[in-house]
């Protein structure tokens, strides 16, 4: 099936410790993203990527850190876990940097304890 | 920087009726918009969208309607259905890499 695909699906960890979140779309897109999804379900970008390149790093702490191995794959490492870290961290995908519909992973739900 | 608002955070009908989701935006300069579903659990869909230089768009028993004026966008969906319960957001483009900024969601459910 064609889609974007974030593992893992849950995500339980405690304070303190650094955990990844991986992502892979098999659309032939050029434009990854991450989002943060709260509890209120506020979806808020993080970062995006065309390309391999960093082309958005909204206000976000340092100790996320995202890679992009290849422009089908955008990964999201986050160090010294924070309990306000607990959220569902969605992956998206398009065509181009244009205006075009995102398409979205099943997300992660993250929580700290 | 832009700021995207839905007006009621839930809203019910009833089975059969039609559901009308309301939108605000504050960026004039925005000319993307975009409808998504989230169901419980899942990513959320997209739905449908238009651009600036359209005023009204339909698909499959939806219908999303602009108004540039007063920066108003809205979704209309026919003979709601009870797969039609999810959360709705409305995204619009804003900043320098014209992104979507979402709003804070509308909890749809219908009623049987």
């Known amino acids: 099936d064609t889609a974007v695909s974030q593992t893992p699906k849950y995500l339980v960890t405690q304070m303190g410790n650094d955990k990844s979140i991986k992502c892979e779309q098999n659309l032939g897109h050029d434009t990854m993203y991450w989002y943060k999804q709260d509890s209120k379900k506020f979806l808020k970008i993080m970062f995006s990527?065309?390309?391999?390149?960093?082309?958005i790093n909204e206000t976000v702490p340092n100790r996320f850190s995202p890679k992009s191995p290849d422009k089908a794959h955008l990964n999201l490492h986050i160090n010294s876990l924070e309990l306000g870290d607990s959220a569902v961290y969605f992956c998206a995908s398009k065509a181009g940097t244009g205006n075009s519909p995102l398409h979205f992973g099943n997300g992660t739900r993250l929580t700290v304890t | 920087g832009e700021s995207v608002g839905l007006h009621l955070p839930t809203l019910s009908v009833q089975e059969g009726d039609n559901s009308i989701i309301n939108c605000a935006y504050s960026?004039?300069?925005?000319?993307?918009f975009i409808w998504y579903k989230q169901e419980s659990g899942k990513g959320p869909q997209f739905i449908i969208d238009i651009r600036s230089n359209m005023d009204k768009r339909q698909g499959q028993r939806v219908t999303v309607l602009l108004n540039k004026t007063v920066k108003h966008l809205s979704l209309q969906i026919a003979a709601t259905q009870p797969g039609d319960s999810a959360v709705y957001f409305c995204?619009?483009?804003?900043?320098?890499?014209?992104?979507?900024?979402f709003g804070s969601g509308t909890q749809l459910t219908v009623l049987p």
């Open positions: 960026n004039s300069a925005s000319d993307y």
């Open positions: 995204g619009v483009n804003s900043g320098s890499a014209r992104q979507l900024t």
């Open positions: 990527y065309n390309n391999k390149e960093l082309i």
